[in-house]
């Protein structure tokens, strides 16, 4: 579904009353405590389920989410492996140069003397940056960080990121 955005993925239960713990794939763990409708769905958007959160709060790098009629542990296990999305129109407002992961993936990059390397399959935290997953056709996939100095240019509606690629990474996994 285009209007929904991952924000976190649900890794079990917590405690007896059917609050779920969830790993927070957003920059802000922080945007759980407002949350109130969102929905509860696959990978892929699959089988979206809308579900109201009636309490939040921050534990160890994960969040403890309570919804409405989630009453005990079995319910809340259910849910294991899924993940929370949100509307996009109540995503948290990006700054800019900021992108959401989930508009990144299927753009096609473009290296200034390569040309077509690909297209992003996915984009994940690697400590400080984030790290761009390249599908190539017959070849390795190529992980290219995603930062300015090598990926100058991006343009969601076009479908693209222009990049400059650091020297011996194209040869690394050629």
């Known amino acids: 579904m285009d209007n929904l955005i991952i924000i976190g993925k649900i890794t079990g ?9 969830i790993f927070p794939l957003t920059d802000d763990p922080r945007r759980f405590l407002k949350l109130k409708e969102c929905f509860i769905c696959g990978q892929n958007f699959e089988k979206p389920e809308a579900l109201m959160c009636s309490s939040a709060r921050l534990d160890r790098g994960n969040v403890l989410v309570k919804f409405e009629g989630v009453l005990d542990r079995d319910k809340a296990e259910l849910m294991r492996g899924r993940f929370i999305a949100v509307e ?8 800019k140069d900021s992108y959401f992961i989930t508009d990144l993936k299927g753009l096609k990059v473009i290296d200034d003397d390569r040309g077509d390397l690909g297209v992003v399959i996915d ?14 056709d017959k070849k390795k996939n190529l992980m290219l960080p995603f930062v300015k100095v090598y990926c100058y240019e991006v343009d969601i509606e076009a479908g693209f990121i222009k990049c400059r690629l650091p020297e011996g990474l194209y040869e690394l996994y050629d």
Not at 13 to 21: D, F, M, P, S
Not at 88 to 95: S, T
Not at 123 to 136: D, H, S, V
Request: hydrophobic share 35%.
């Open 123 to 136: 984009c994940f935290a690697t400590g400080p940056q984030y790290t761009l997953e390249i599908k190539r």
């Open 13 to 21: 239960a917590h405690g007896v009353r059917g609050e779920l713990k």
């Open 88 to 95: 996009r129109a109540n995503a948290v407002k990006l700054k």
